[in-house]
């Protein structure tokens, strides 16, 4: 069975400092991948995925991932962080034998002024 | 588009009732969603439909759960009888994975307190 793991609850970045949300998972065969942003009282948004193709993968808002098939991580990353990019961060894969979709348990990233 | 539309936005009920929420998933999109999210569990996957038909919803915690999709642009889920542990947001998803869109758009949520 497929399984997403976030191994942090919460990360604390300072303003202007590079951030990294961590994920790894487990799947069969080639997965989908993805991260979702949720802000207060909010559905979750789409930050980026990965499909095939080029291993770091630019979304919105200036954050990437880096997807690393050895190690099935897909850790998120942003060089400079904002205040505004604290919210609760959620990694999710696509088995593609079924479609099914799971994700995390979410990081809360605080960003420090 | 209007995006995927939940209602209620809230809900508030006791122990014993019967509750039902409501997804619009966005036009076009042939497959729909069903998450519930409490702090203990983050956000879980109850089931999920392709083309109308449920596909997995071993995610359901136990019979008093149910959901439906009669029509491509509709689906409940419905809890009966409802329980204070049952108190969570319940998020509806939708997607279009054989038009290439393979990402989840998801409505605003219902928080559903049982008390």
């Known amino acids: 069975a497929q399984s997403v793991a976030q191994p942090e609850d919460q990360v604390n970045v300072a303003e202007g400092n590079p951030l990294t949300v961590k994920c790894t998972y487990s799947v069969s065969g080639n997965p989908y991948l993805f991260w979702y942003v949720q802000y207060p009282n909010r559905g979750l948004q789409f930050l980026l995925k990965?499909?095939?193709?080029?291993?770091l993968v630019k979304g919105s808002y200036g954050f990437e991932a880096e997807f690393n098939k050895s190690q099935t991580s897909f850790h998120l990353k942003k060089p400079s962080a904002l205040v505004s990019d604290s919210a609760l961060y959620f990694c999710?894969?696509?088995?593609?034998?079924?479609?099914?979709?799971?994700f995390g348990k979410g990081t809360r990233l605080h960003i420090l002024p | 588009d209007a995006g995927v539309i939940q209602s209620p936005r809230h809900e508030v009920t006791e122990m014993g009732q019967e509750v039902t929420l409501r997804c619009k998933p966005i036009?076009?999109?042939?497959?729909l969603f069903w998450y519930r999210q409490t702090m203990m569990r983050g956000l879980e996957l109850l089931i999920y439909f392709n083309n109308n038909v449920p596909i997995d919803d071993s995610g359901m915690p136990e019979d008093r759960f149910s959901a439906k999709m009669p029509n491509a642009s509709f689906s409940t889920l419905k809890i009966q009888p409802s329980e204070p542990r049952d108190s969570a947001v319940y998020f509806c998803?939708?997607?279009?994975?054989?038009?290439?869109?393979?990402?989840?758009?998801f409505g605003s949520g219902t928080q559903l307190s049982v008390l």
């Open positions: 990965y499909i095939t193709g080029d291993n």
């Open positions: 036009s076009g999109h042939n497959s």
């Open positions: 998803a939708s997607s279009a994975p054989g038009q290439g869109d393979e990402k989840l758009f």
């Open positions: 999710a894969v696509r088995d593609l034998r079924d479609d099914k979709i799971i």
